[in-house]
């Protein structure tokens, strides 16, 4: 039997066109969310689906490479918003070790991680007075396997997270099927001496 070659050819660059096209479209339609979120299901669906693609794209033209996570961390917020508001107990923050200060002396606790001991040095002070004025458990983990960990142990009702766009992205979509999500991006990223806008977080508290 004669292997059809061509037509074999044709459909592979049909479906690359149209995958393109398709992804093209999500991420105009994600850009446009920073205005107005419109089509939240099919952006997010997409840029799930070729998340790799999309990066890779934003690659060959020299844009951000963390644009794709900014904008799927913009629709999840405002699509988990009002569900995460109705939430009034059992929420957790989590933040990243790197914004401790270095002279932490923070215990590391295997299954939950730091245990700041509000020694002033670090605005995780001021982010574990305003959660236990609003209720919030804070934690603050080394890595994301740690809120896998905590989520399982502490089964919070929502979350509000703070790290780097690639990190939030990856930890709302992980959490986002079971319980709302909220999340505020670092200023500075880095593995060390990082920064959040710790009055955004606030914000979020609600
Ligand atoms: S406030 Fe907490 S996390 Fe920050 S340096 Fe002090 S003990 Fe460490």
Redesign the pocket.
Known sequence: MDIPYELIGEAAVYISLTSLAVLFAAIMLGLYSFKKIIFPTFVLFVLDLMYSPAKWLCRVFSIRSTLIDEIMVEIRNGVYLDDFKKIKDNKILVGPQCM??P????RCDPCIG?I??????????RL?KECEKKGYDMF?VPGDSFVRKIVKLRKPNAALGIACFEELNESMHDLSPTLPVQGVALLRDGCFNTAVNVEDVIDRMV
């Open positions: 401790r200060h002279e932490c002396k923070a730091y700041c001991q509000s020694c002033g040095k670090c605005d995780f002070t574990k603050i």
